[in-house]
């Protein structure tokens, strides 16, 4: 795939994801409001979120629908064309839209608690677990994925395969699938760092020469800008979990068919941000017996108390993830496994 087609392609897979994405919101939106699918705000967030209250949320669904048609639709030109498609992508968006349902579960029974909390922590983290495991079966002895694990920014194998191999990965995808949905906390703001790491993905299909992750990388592109047009501040619906949970497992998997699962550490650094911020307040809150390192957790929260507005907070984080993207496409790129168009 020369140049020009891969941009031709991209441009029109994004563009019709973001159309569609538009569109599906655009009915989605009466009909969660009409079966009262409204999110429900924590009372110990900040007191002026109390006003998101009955905001539809699940709308997620949106962007996984347009994803999910977009990519069969660029698989079955492939398929026409070669004869082939990238395994290693299909298994991945599968198991996007898998971790989606996982999402879908979640929110449903926040809705019928009529509560900010749905399944257990320990209840969604076993089902992300298993579905992780398996996920990394099918992705060795399915699609044949070599597992190798890249230092970033140099040529050194980290690990070339083994049991360990296996730990680290469901620690990685588990830990930015829920990072991402940490995240998830104000108006736009996954849906903008998201949109900056599709760009990364679209640049490393060019640079590094792997289409099918360049024109994923389209196609998510095109499905979070469509979002954004109702979820920027003020958001007319949420994603809820159904959307980040999807997200997260989408982007660590794009980040696997590039070969460098570990960059997305660094190019995602915003959304560990997030989970780091958590994890050091609940250990400083219990090792001091009650002082909190941050006014709140996960740390968007905390410039919120701050006095950020939620677009400042949107604009900076995300410009911080084009940033760290940047960063990542000058010193790492010749670190990518190179395959030709």
């Known amino acids: 795939m020369n140049v020009s087609v891969y941009f031709l392609i991209g441009i029109i897979a994004a563009l019709l994801c973001f159309t569609i994405t538009v569109l599906i919101l655009k009915k989605l939106i009466p009909f969660l409001k009409s079966k009262k699918m409204g999110q429900k705000i924590l009372d110990i967030g900040p007191r002026w979120h109390m006003s998101k209250e009955g905001t539809p949320t699940m709308g997620g669904l949106s962007f996984i629908i347009s994803f999910s048609v977009v990519y069969i639709l660029y698989a079955v030109l492939c398929f026409a064309v070669s004869r082939t498609v990238n395994l290693t992508l299909a298994a991945t968006v599968v198991f996007a839209i898998l971790n989606g349902v996982i999402g879908i579960i979640d929110d449903r029974a926040k809705l019928m608690k009529k509560a900010n909390e749905g399944l257990t922590a320990w209840q969604k983290y076993l089902l992300q677990l298993v579905l992780t495991v398996i996920y990394l079966l099918v992705l060795r002895f399915v699609c044949y994925y070599h597992p190798v694990l890249v230092i970033p920014f140099t040529d050194k ?15 990685l995808i588990t830990g930015i699938v829920n990072s991402v949905n940490l995240a998830d906390g104000i108006d736009g703001l996954a849906s903008g760092e998201t949109a900056a790491v599709a760009l990364y993905f679209i640049a490393c299909g060019l640079i590094c020469r ?68 958590d994890i050091l307040q609940v250990g400083y809150f219990k090792l001091t017996h009650g002082k909190r390192l941050f006014k709140m957790a996960p740390i968007h929260h905390h410039f919120e108390k701050c006095g950020w507005s939620e677009r400042k907070i949107f604009t900076v984080f995300t410009v911080m993830t084009l940033i760290f993207a940047v960063i990542a496409l000058i010193f790492d790129t010749k670190g990518m496994i190179f395959i030709s168009f």
Do not use: C
């Open 157 to 171: 194998v980290l690990l070339n395969g083994g049991f360990l191999w296996y730990v680290i990965m469901v620690i």
């Open 210 to 277: 792997h289409a099918d992750a360049g024109i994923a990388g389209f196609i998510l592109l095109g499905a979070t800008l469509g979002f954004l047009v109702y979820n920027f501040n003020p958001a007319r619906v949420f994603m809820g979990d159904t959307g980040s949970l999807f997200l997260g497992a989408l982007v660590v998997g794009i980040a696997i068919v590039n070969q460098k699962p570990l960059i997305i550490l660094f190019v995602g650094f915003m959304y560990v941000l997030e989970s780091i911020s």
